[in-house]
C-alpha cells in the first residue's frame, strides 16, 4: 500500500499553509490551556510554577501572532 501525501487536492489548502494555520491554532490552543494551569499554581500559591506557565503562555501568544502575521502576508489578508 502506497502513502499519498496530501497536497492541497482535498483540502484545497497547500500544506504549507495548512500547517501554518495548524501552527497557530496549536499556540492559541497552548496559551488557552496554560491560563487554566496558572490559575492551579495560584491557587496553591506556587509562584515558580505560576511564573513558568506565563512564559510559557506569553511565547505561545507570540507564536500565534507570528504565524498570524505569516497568513495575512501569505494568503492576501489585510
Known sequence: MTHKTETGGVTGTRDKDYNLIWYVEAC??????LESY??????EKDTEVVE???????????????????????????
Do not use: H, V
Not at 28 to 33: D, S, T
Not at 38 to 43: F, K, P
Open 28 to 33: 492559541l490552543a497552548n496559551a488557552l490551556r
Open 38 to 43: 496558572i490559575q492551579d499554581a495560584e491557587r
Open 52 to 78: 513558568l506557565f506565563r512564559k510559557a503562555q506569553a511565547d505561545s501568544r507570540k507564536g500565534a501572532e507570528l504565524g498570524k502575521q505569516l497568513l495575512r502576508s501569505r494568503l492576501g489578508g489585510g
